[in-house]
């Protein structure tokens, strides 16, 4: 059976039994003012009460020693109650074995809570020295034994009232009684107990690691205000209030460890399971220490007031504490599962944040301060896939302390995450510092995985209208370098038919009138005829090229590949055409044909320019209803040159002629060195759009 339901099963009944019979005594039976039920309802209840709801939510050794320690409180407690009720029992000869029961339940109570308070939070002190210590701090249970054998009358413990001085006991070792005031001064006063443990946390909480100070800091100080109040107790000059201050502290105890279980994980509660098993039970931890704080002025104040004024007063430190029960309520749910409201506020509100935002970054940033707001973040930043899936370095929604750049730029500052996941594709994730006040919860990173799943579709729609909107711009700035090439090329025609052919044409008119007279005065020669019908040969070769630059007669007759070959032999370099026989044989859509032979020709013009290379080449294929081209060179890369012409010019033009066909271009370095331009035009498109591209060439 698990250690912790054996001491429930042993300790629970001893120590209800135990405030039961002093409740129903003390209270009930003698119910005279002064009923000494100050110290078992204000001292000893409250480490019950926390004793038993440890052993219900953690296995720690600590716990089961306040258990244990505050059992045995109870149950000192409890033979002083009997004692008094009954002192004729003093006479009888088992009495001095009977009274082992005091001294051992007030020596147990002793050194099991300076053990916790040594060793707090987890059980386990830092270094050999204290944990040696420790040991030592259970001296005083050697005090039942230790006594009965070397005082030659009953030793009784100090809180009972009653002296042992006339009392013998017959089990005294005569030969042993020397010890007698070694065992009184040591192990019965119990004080150099308490010091040793006083100096083991005081060490701890002074000159530990920053850590171990951290964690001890606030145990450390309620223990010493305990201390203090217990030595201010005998010498105030207004009891009341003394007594006050010691159950005060007394009730800090438990407190002090409850902070140290939420913020340090004291008791080896872990902070997954402070959620799931301390949720259970605080509120009725909470419950009896409201009525604790309830009851107490009345209790230390019993002797002086009478049922009217301790009723009142009663009832006027219930109202008065109300508040704080409420407040000590939320500040336990908000350290098991953050501020339930604050997140239900976010949530709510996220939606509309959401539609209020119209560009992404203000989407973003609307988006993390929302979040910050929500889950307590020192800061949060969102960061956006990039089109390889990697996550971009720069943030786009930034919130809180995010903003300084060594934050930005240290991924370790990242404690708590969430992807923004839209079907299978993954659009960025939100990444959260520290939270400003302790850890984040269970909850809150459940809560953050919601807003994510919830954010990530407006997310999608706003950067889907974000590359909608700059596909526009796209394609009309596409447009309008097309109307532009569309021009300059109109003007190139312009120029060389009117400074070319045009005026070859004038020349050769002039000499054809120039022979007719000649022919009439009988003048002219076969010779003059022949050179005319020269220059008529050249015009007609001006033209037959001019008419190739703009639409070669071999593209049409005989397909892409034959009309990228032809001019292989007028290429500066070498440069090899690669295709299979079902590419050569196949006639592609006009427009197509058109376009790959133009951005072949325009390429390979950037190679011959720009690139230095020594060999190019194209390699054409047919594949998944596309036309894949790569026009590779062994040149300086493009990455070494890239002119304004390049780039500005040609790439752009190729990068417009294959976006209008709905294709994409792809520049890339070669291997071992050198450009590869890839080019992809799908060629086996939608009747529609094939009937809009046939509307628009008839056009």
Known sequence: MDRRWVCIATLGPIGVAALVYIVVVRGFIEGDADHALAWPLLGALPFFVLGMWLLTVTRSRIAV??????????????????????????????????????????????????????SFPDGVPEKRWQRIAVVFLWTPMLVGPLTLLTTSHVVMSPYIGISGDAIPNPYVVPWLEWAAPAVNFLVYQAWPAVALGLVVLGTRALFGAPEVRARTRVMAITVAAACVAFMLWPILP????????????????????????????AFDIAPGDRGRSVARSSNLLITVF??????????????????????????????GLLPVRTWVQRWIHRRLFGDRERQFEMLSELGARLEEAGEPRDLLTRLAEAVRGGVDAS??????????????????????????????????????????????????RIEAGPRRRGDYSESERTLLHT???????????????????????????SRERLVAAQDDERRRLERDLHDGI?????????????????????????????????????????????????HPPVLSDNGLVAAVESGVARYPI?????????????????????????????ALANTAKHAGATHASVALRRNNGHLRIAISDDGRGIGSVEPASVTAGGLANIRDRVAALRGTLRVSAAEPSGTTVLVDIPVDRPPAVAAEREADRVG
């Open 65 to 118: 020693l306040v258990a244990l320690a505050a059992t045995a409180m109870l149950v000192g407690s409890a033979y002083e109650t009997f004692l008094q009720r009954n002192i004729e029992v003093v006479t009888e000869p088992w009495f001095p074995l009977f009274n082992l029961i005091s001294l051992t339940a007030d020596a147990t109570a002793t050194s099991a809570l300076l053990v916790v308070f040594a």
């Open 238 to 265: 207004w009891p009341a209030v003394g007594q006050f201050l010691v159950f005060a502290c007394l009730i800090a105890l438990p407190i002090a460890a409850v902070h140290g279980i939420f913020r340090y994980g």
């Open 290 to 319: 409201y009525g604790i704080g309830v009851a107490t002025p009345a209790i230390v104040l019993s002797g002086q007031l009478r049922v009217v004024p301790a009723v009142l007063l009663t009832a006027l430190v219930a109202v």
């Open 379 to 428: 800061w949060v930043r969102i960061r956006l896939a990039t089109s390889d899936g990697a996550l971009a370095a720069t943030p786009v929604g930034v919130a809180g302390d995010a903003v300084e750049p060594r934050v930005l730029a240290d991924a370790e500052d990242v404690v708590l995450a969430a992807d923004l996941v839209r079907g299978d594709e993954t659009l960025g």
């Open 451 to 477: 807003v994510a799943g919830q954010a990530a579709a407006s997310v999608a729609n706003v950067r889907l209208t974000a590359q909608l909107a700059a596909q526009l711009d796209e394609l009309t700035a």
């Open 502 to 550: 045009q005026q070859n044409v004038v020349a050769q008119i002039a000499a054809l009138r120039l022979a007719r007279n000649r022919l009439e005065r009988g003048e002219l020669t076969p010779a003059e005829l022949a050179e005319l019908q020269d220059q008529a040969r050249e015009t007609l070769t001006d033209l037959r090229e001019l008419a190739q630059g703009i």
């Open 574 to 602: 070498p440069l090899s055409v690669v295709a299979d026989a079902a590419v050569r044989a196949e006639r592609f859509p006009d427009d197509v044909e058109t376009t790959a032979y133009y951005v072949v020709r325009e």
